[in-house]
């Protein structure tokens, strides 16, 4: 009896490497061939924003290394949340892909209503940049520093047009959060992307906006905005000798990230080729390179450490939103 209970044993245990050896081989080929065909990356912004500029850099190269194109769809409107249901909806196949942003966790709180639940709803699959956002005027606002925009606004309440790419957006809520810490008033001018908003700041229509690094640091070099400081901790090495606001405003600290999520439900094997994909991208120095230019770092991990970034995100902005008061039906 010993004997049969040892070969039983051994039977079983047999067994149960054979199924993990068939459930990693079913694993392998459900993604075998991903993608056969072309992937929709959807944006949900208008073109020339930060996160357009950055789905077109990666996209191009996961185009090139996967051998099937990533074509950016834009899709804006409803603070981002239009292309997030969007994705949200779409077939966990792998083939719709969401460009993950800011607002996607600062709109689990800013929005009442939302058809679907960031969180529960896209998976984490990778992430791809964090890079400061910027405190920038037209060259012809009186302010150069930002204790001198402290000291206007204090003396204009409610006469300073912010700008941002719209409701919801880390651009935005920069702004809510230099209002809620110095008891500054500015009058919010939300528009559909980083582009419109750029071209009424550089006309004059409005006074600042605190924009993603990547989308204005070209107007910046050419002389089109001043930079007034960074948003980050640290100054950026792409904007030499701008300071940062936590310099004037102790505490004061926020930044943008970027990275990919698919609908829940997406094969794991999917998620893990996509996620080498984009990691293997982000090793490679030219796109490095151009990512630095934008004043962007890495942001090289697993999706579990992506998953990790929304939700720490997602609850850094819910106190943020709260704190501010504002919200959008």
Same mark, same amino acid.
Not at 135 to 140: A, I, S, Y
Not at 204 to 223: C, K, Q, W, Y
């Given at each position: 009896?010993?004997?049969?209970?040892?070969?039983?044993?051994?039977?079983?245990?047999?067994?149960?490497?054979?199924?993990?050896?068939?459930?990693? $081989?079913?694993?392998?080929?459900?993604?075998?061939?991903?993608?056969?065909?072309?992937?929709?990356?959807?944006?949900?912004?208008?073109?020339?924003?930060?996160?357009?500029? *950055?789905?077109?850099?990666?996209?191009?190269?996961?185009?090139?290394?996967?051998?099937?194109?990533? *074509?950016?769809?834009?899709?804006?409107?409803?603070?981002?949340?239009?292309?997030?249901?969007?994705?949200?909806?779409?077939?966990?196949?792998?083939?719709?892909?969401?460009?993950?942003?800011?607002?996607?966790?600062?709109?689990?709180?800013?929005?009442?209503?939302?058809?679907?639940?960031?969180?529960?709803?896209?998976?984490?699959?990778?992430?791809? *940049?964090?890079?400061?956002?910027?405190?920038?005027?037209?060259?012809?606002?009186?302010?150069?520093?930002?204790?001198?925009?402290?000291?206007?606004?204090?003396?204009?309440?409610?006469?300073?047009?912010?700008?941002?790419?719209?409701?919801? $957006?880390?651009?935005?809520?920069?702004?809510?959060?230099?209002?809620?810490?110095?008891?500054?008033?500015?009058?919010?001018?939300?528009?559909?992307?980083?582009?419109?908003?750029?071209?009424?700041?550089?006309?004059?229509?409005?006074?600042?906006?605190?924009?993603?690094?990547?989308?204005?640091?070209?107007?910046?070099?050419?002389?089109?905005?001043?930079?007034?400081?960074?948003?980050?901790?640290?100054?950026?090495?792409?904007?030499?000798?701008?300071? $940062?606001?936590?310099?004037?405003?102790?505490?004061?600290?926020?930044?943008?990230?970027?990275?990919?999520?698919?609908?829940?439900?997406?094969?794991?094997?999917?998620?893990?080729?996509?996620?080498?994909?984009?990691?293997?991208?982000?090793?490679?120095?030219?796109?490095?390179?151009?990512?630095?230019?934008?004043?962007?770092?890495?942001?090289?991990?697993?999706?579990?450490?992506?998953?990790?970034?929304?939700?720490?995100?997602?609850?850094?902005?819910?106190?943020?939103?709260?704190?501010?008061?504002?919200?959008?039906?």
């Amino acid at each position: 009896m010993r004997v049969l209970g040892r070969f039983g044993s051994g039977m079983a245990a047999l067994a149960m490497v054979a199924s993990l050896v068939v459930g990693g $081989t079913a694993l392998a080929d459900e993604a075998s061939d991903y993608p056969n065909r072309p992937v929709r990356w959807i944006v949900p912004y208008p073109p020339a924003g930060t996160t357009d500029i *950055v789905a077109r850099i990666v996209g191009q190269y996961l185009s090139e290394a996967m051998g099937q194109q990533f *074509v950016v769809e834009n899709k804006p409107g409803a603070g981002n949340n239009i292309g997030t249901e969007l994705v949200a909806n779409s077939a966990p196949d792998g083939y719709t892909l969401l460009l993950v942003n800011p607002a996607n966790g600062i709109n689990a709180t800013l929005y009442k209503k939302l058809s679907f639940d960031f969180l529960r709803d896209i998976a984490p699959v990778a992430g791809i *940049v964090r890079v400061p956002n910027v405190m920038e005027v037209n060259p012809n606002f009186p302010a150069k520093t930002v204790a001198e925009f402290v000291a206007y606004a204090k003396a204009n309440p409610g006469k300073v047009n912010m700008a941002s790419s719209g409701h919801g $957006t880390s651009v935005h809520l920069s702004g809510e959060m230099l209002m809620a810490m110095t008891g500054i008033k500015m009058t919010h001018v939300p528009y559909r992307g980083a582009g419109p908003a750029l071209t009424d700041l550089i006309g004059g229509t409005v006074d600042v906006i605190f924009d993603n690094l990547p989308s204005s640091i070209e107007h910046i070099r050419g002389g089109k905005l001043r930079a007034i400081a960074v948003t980050t901790e640290k100054p950026s090495d792409q904007l030499p000798g701008v300071p $940062t606001v936590g310099e004037t405003v102790p505490g004061y600290e926020a930044s943008a990230w970027f990275g990919i999520g698919a609908p829940k439900g997406t094969p794991p094997a999917v998620i893990a080729k996509l996620n080498r994909a984009v990691n293997q991208a982000l090793a490679d120095p030219k796109l490095k390179a151009r990512l630095a230019e934008l004043g962007g770092a890495p942001m090289v991990g697993t999706p579990e450490d992506f998953g990790k970034v929304m939700k720490d995100e997602t609850e850094k902005w819910e106190k943020v939103v709260r704190f501010s008061g504002a919200s959008v039906d």
